[in-house]
């Protein structure tokens, strides 16, 4: 874990906040959340011509993937009917943890002390900042319980993937071709009743969809990258510092409230990062 693949992984969480809070601003949230997986498989779609082809061991896991995330999206859609420095940390803090211990009864990958010592610092200040919304009572109906259960998507999705971008032996390809297989599934999951107002909807959130998919490709396709040099349970705690950036966007440009004990969980989180960076180091 170098500093540079750290600074790439905050580079990719900050993306990852940002198509997330274009999610949380639109009206109509769960097109918008499908709109950026088709915005993402078009992306994906226009570099595939000038990537590598990857191994077929990698197939079965952009299948997977692809229809995990169709349960992904969805959820994204009512976790935000809370705020989104609620419902964001409450899905990606918990997320860490599950693939940190799955990866180590799964694939062997033992973090050290210090580095699972950060991987706790992170989580539970990321949860911190969830909770401190909650007691507020800024969580939303429903939302609460939507953002948990994405946790566990979230967790099963990034193993199927950490293995399957390393059998692949091209991330960018993987990553191409995980957007499109995405896309499609995501597609024909929201056209099973087609209708022309459900067109009208996709249309209506094309711009967002292209730029939020665009981020999404970019953030998780270097996270995926990481994966192949480093830990998974590492690479997904530090991505999910992306919290820090979510909550700073609900502050400022969403104007949700974000008091003493969210800078308090905030601190807790960055120690955790800097807890996982030694460790790896040494």
Request: charged letters at 10%.
């Amino acid at each position: 874990m170098t500093l540079s693949v750290l600074l790439v992984l905050v580079f990719a969480a900050a993306l990852h906040a940002g198509w997330n809070a274009l999610v949380k601003r639109a009206a109509d949230r769960e097109m918008a959340a499908v709109s950026v997986a088709l915005g993402g498989g078009v992306v994906g779609a226009a570099l595939l011509p000038f990537l590598p082809g990857m191994s077929a061991d990698a197939v079965p896991y952009v299948l997977a993937t692809a229809v995990v995330h169709i349960g992904y999206y969805w959820l994204v859609a009512r976790a935000y009917r809370g705020d989104l420095s609620v419902s964001y940390p409450l899905m990606r803090g918990l997320a860490p943890l599950i693939v940190t211990v799955l990866g180590a009864v799964l694939l062997g990958e033992v973090p050290g002390p210090l580095s699972l010592a950060g991987i706790v610092l992170v989580c539970g200040g990321i949860v911190a900042l969830a909770f401190e919304g909650l007691r507020a009572g800024r969580g939303g109906h429903g939302a609460v319980g939507a953002a948990l259960l994405n946790a566990a998507v979230i967790a099963a999705y990034t193993l199927c993937d950490g293995v399957g971008v390393r059998l692949s032996g091209e991330p960018a390809t993987y990553t191409a071709w995980l957007m499109v297989a995405s896309a499609i599934t995501n597609l024909a999951w929201t056209l099973r009743r087609p209708s022309l107002a459900v067109g009208r909807r996709i249309l209506a959130h094309s711009g967002l969809g292209l730029v939020g998919g665009a981020m999404s490709m970019g953030s998780y396709g270097l996270a995926l990258w990481a994966m192949t040099i480093a830990p998974i349970g590492l690479v997904a705690a530090i991505r999910e510092s992306s919290v820090l950036f979510a909550a700073a966007m609900g502050a400022f440009a969403l104007h949700e409230r974000f008091g003493a004990p969210r800078w308090a969980a905030a601190g807790v989180v960055a120690a955790g990062l800097a807890a996982v960076k030694l460790g790896a180091a040494g």
